[in-house]
């Protein structure tokens, strides 16, 4: 597709997330519209990546539903990965959490013929909860609906266990590292 890239193939990752990052609507277009033209597998997937790392959720959005919609340009199989892209971005990580739960049969009708793509982007969903609150809220979701989530409920069982780890790290954890950071900031001041 491209006749000329200046942009070395040991910085794609960083460089194409940084410029997504940093552009807006018209940036995203831009790389999607790359995507869509190359052949060349590894470069669609180092794109699709970099597509998560957009700071608008609309465009998170409109992305994470794309990956599981029927001729949007995406493979169903590459859906994971953009379930991870979008989650590895700070501001996409309650995004993805919140798509699982207000999109979770648009999933199943999608996904559910595969059931380890399903099972990876649960997995991807729930893995950054952290806090006592969002892990009461995961509780109270599957509790709500253990019928439908019955298919992907040992993996919704053993992300609850991950989450219920990460929870007792913050609660042991967070406020230390918090006195450490502020202990270290007054430091470099001196």
């Given at each position: 597709?491209?006749?000329?890239?200046?942009?070395?193939?040991?910085?794609?990752?960083?460089?194409?997330?940084?410029?997504?990052?940093?552009?807006?609507?018209?940036?995203?277009?831009?790389?999607?519209?790359?995507?869509?033209r190359?052949?060349?597998?590894?470069?669609?997937?180092?794109?699709?990546?970099?597509?998560?790392c957009?700071?608008?959720?609309?465009?998170?959005?409109?992305?994470?539903?794309?990956s599981?919609?029927?001729?949007?340009?995406?493979?169903?199989?590459?859906?994971?990965?953009?379930?991870?892209?979008v989650?590895?971005?700070?501001?996409?990580?309650?995004?993805?959490?919140?798509?699982?739960?207000?999109?979770?049969?648009?999933?199943?009708?999608?996904?559910?013929?595969?059931?380890?793509?399903?099972?990876?982007?649960?997995?991807?969903?729930?893995?950054?909860?952290?806090?006592?609150e969002?892990?009461?809220?995961?509780?109270?979701?599957?509790?709500?609906?253990?019928?439908?989530?019955?298919?992907?409920?040992?993996?919704?069982?053993?992300?609850?266990?991950?989450?219920?780890?990460?929870?007792?790290?913050?609660?042991n954890n967070?406020?230390?590292?918090?006195?450490?950071?502020?202990?270290?900031?007054?430091?470099?001041?001196?």
């Amino acid at each position: 597709a491209d006749s000329y890239n200046p942009v070395s193939p040991n910085l794609k990752n960083v460089v194409y997330c940084v410029a997504i990052r940093a552009g807006g609507q018209e940036e995203w277009e831009f790389a999607w519209e790359r995507y869509q033209r190359t052949n060349v597998g590894s470069e669609k997937e180092i794109i699709l990546s970099a597509l998560g790392c957009s700071r608008e959720t609309w465009i998170l959005s409109r992305y994470l539903y794309w990956s599981i919609t029927e001729n949007s340009g995406i493979r169903k199989q590459d859906a994971p990965r953009v379930f991870a892209a979008v989650s590895n971005n700070i501001i996409g990580q309650d995004l993805t959490y919140k798509f699982l739960k207000n999109n979770w049969s648009l999933l199943k009708k999608s996904l559910g013929s595969s059931l380890m793509l399903l099972n990876t982007i649960v997995k991807t969903c729930i893995s950054h909860i952290n806090t006592q609150e969002e892990l009461h809220d995961l509780k109270a979701f599957v509790k709500e609906n253990s019928e439908e989530l019955s298919i992907v409920s040992k993996t919704i069982e053993q992300s609850i266990e991950q989450v219920e780890g990460n929870v007792r790290w913050m609660r042991n954890n967070y406020d230390k590292i918090v006195r450490w950071l502020s202990w270290y900031q007054k430091l470099k001041q001196i």
